[in-house]
T-cell receptor, first 114, second 109 residues
Framework: KAGVTQTPRYLIKTRGQQVTLSCSPISGHRSVSWYQQTPGQGLQFLFEYFSETQRNKGNFPGRFSGRQFSNSRSEMNVSTLELGDSALYLC?????????????FGPGTRLTVL | QKEVEQNSGPLSVPEGAIASLNCTYSDRVSQSFFWYRQYSGKSPELIMSIYSNGDKEDGRFTAQLNKASQYVSLLIRDSQPSDSATYLCAVNTGNQFYFGTGTSLTVIP
């Protein structure tokens, strides 16, 4: 079974621009979660989608948004990029996201904001 | 109080020794528990999951869960230099996954 895939793997943007990241979950998985990882903050939860609906949301500003399509693929968008948005963005998929369901990570998208 | 707490380390052990990594969680309704390994510059990789009290063994790895004490641990036997990584503890409360900040492990040859 193919794992979680994320595109692009690397991205360089400038302040003020916007960016869209894509995630394809493991086949059959319907829950997709997004995380931001920085050296100082560790893994920070952004949001989770299940069946095209945002089910949980972390404590991030409205510049961070996401969506999920009917095939469970998900995208996240960051508008008006700031230097502090430079991070590794990780997508993780799970069958349902509920207890006993294991969550598997994609390789991540490394975003650098100049 | 954070949902999941880990000692950030760094933890150093000699090759062949047992590495012991610990994690505590705050939500008593937490239902499932996971350990991830993350090499520098890579994404987290699931290595163990445990759902009931007691020990679960998988090769050189043993996960231990004590729900009464809200404590989960990971033992790595016969530690190898390739085990050097950051280990993340994760908890699912039935509604969401929560991650600790990770413990950095270095295995010294």
């Amino acid at each position: 079974k193919a794992g979680v895939t994320q595109t692009p793997r690397y991205l360089i943007k400038t302040r003020g621009q916007q960016v869209t990241l894509s995630c394809s979950p493991i086949s059959g998985h319907r829950s997709v979660s997004w995380y931001q990882q920085t050296p100082g903050q560790g893994l920070q939860f952004l949001f989770e989608y299940f069946s095209e609906t945002q089910r949980n949301k972390g404590n991030f500003p409205g510049r961070f948004s996401g969506r999920q399509f009917s095939n469970s693929r998900s995208e996240m968008n960051v508008s008006t990029l700031e230097l502090g948005d430079s991070a590794l963005y990780l997508c993780a998929s799970s069958l349902t996201g509920r207890a006993i369901n294991e969550q598997f990570f994609g390789p991540g998208t490394r975003l650098t904001v100049l | 109080q954070k949902e999941v707490e880990q000692n950030s380390g760094p933890l150093s052990v000699p090759e062949g020794a047992i590495a012991s990594l610990n994690c505590t969680y705050s939500d008593r309704v937490s239902q499932s528990f996971f350990w991830y390994r993350q090499y520098s510059g890579k994404s987290p990789e699931l290595i163990m999951s445990i759902y009931s009290n007691g020990d679960k063994e998988d090769g050189r790895f043993t996960a231990q869960l004590n729900k009464a004490s809200q404590y989960v641990s990971l033992l790595i036997r016969d530690s190898q230099p390739s085990d050097s990584a950051t280990y993340l503890c994760a908890v699912n409360t039935g509604n969401q996954f929560y991650f600790g900040t990770g413990t950095s492990l270095t295995v010294i040859p």
